[in-house]
């Protein structure tokens, strides 16, 4: 099956709402378009959305003493060499709560912070830790699967963000990370995650994976795909959602509120078969907790 594109969608929309595609009605073709793609991953999580990034997490490195002035970000080493991959890393001076991000390492003795050094006297020959915690996620991500380090099949332990950050700036601990806590933006009414802290800061170099659902990007051109898998169920929950937003756009709100429903039933059902397909004709048994999260607990065996 060809993917399903923006061309495809207009197409679509026109002859089931027998309209020609003027410029008024590709306008709402492209609202109603993402719309309906949006509502489609909200019935989910779809496992085609689920990415894994990767990254290695860098050692604490304090080796040497370093120089900064107040109100500047140029930071000097004496007695050391910064990482290679110094960039993005946090520094902190003279054991300070306050934490500064590395922007560029300029070389092996100096690297500039994102923002000016806030202390209250310049610092000359000052102890300092050099610490990687941050992971950085794809835009439109918005949720994650489970976090693994070194590929352990135990999973850190996800913790309240404002609760690691205290950590972070009052324990401080140097070890092998266990936790972790997502930050999330809110872009035009929608949350997206843009980044992962991890705790304690690793005192050795670590792999860090991360299985995170991510979002297509907007369409607009006509080639512009949905980011749907090579299935027909995917497509036709598709197009039910594309019919109850031009009812929306239209003024038609009981006719949109109808029509949303039975596209939300629509989609889940065709999400179950999806996943069983997928899944080799296997259930597997999930449990609500008390927060609301939906973990796994077992394979239960062949659907009969």
Known sequence: MAAFTFSDAKTFLSDWNKQDQSDKALRQYARIANASNVALRQCGPWQFEKRLEKKALQPLYDTGTVAVAVGAAVVTLTGGTFPAAAAGMFIRFNGEPQQYRVSTRDGAGQVTLEENYLGTDNLTEATYTLTDEL??????????????????????????????????????????????????????????????????????????????????????????????????????????????????????????????????????????????????????????????????VARLGPYS
């Open 135 to 296: 992971l950085t996620l794809p835009t439109r991500a918005y949720r994650i699967e489970h976090l693994l380090l070194d590929e352990v099949t135990t999973p850190l332990q996800d913790l309240d963000l404002e609760y690691l950050q205290y950590l972070r700036m009052q324990a401080r601990e140097i070890n092998r990370p266990f936790y972790y806590a997502a930050d999330w933006i809110v872009t035009s009414n929608t949350p997206a995650l843009t980044k992962v802290w991890v705790y304690p800061a690793p005192a050795a170099y670590h792999t860090l994976l991360c299985s995170v659902f991510v979002r297509p990007a907007e369409v607009s051109g006509d080639s512009d795909v949905f980011g749907l898998p090579d299935d027909a169920e995917a497509k036709a929950a598709l197009q039910e959602f594309l019919k109850a937003y031009l009812f929306q756009e239209q003024g038609e709100t009981e006719k949109f509120n109808a029509q949303l429903a039975y596209a939300q039933l629509f989609a889940r059902r065709a999400l179950s078969r999806y996943r069983l397909e997928r899944g080799g004709g296997q259930r597997r048994l999930h449990q609500a907790g008390l927060d609301g999260k939906v973990t796994y």
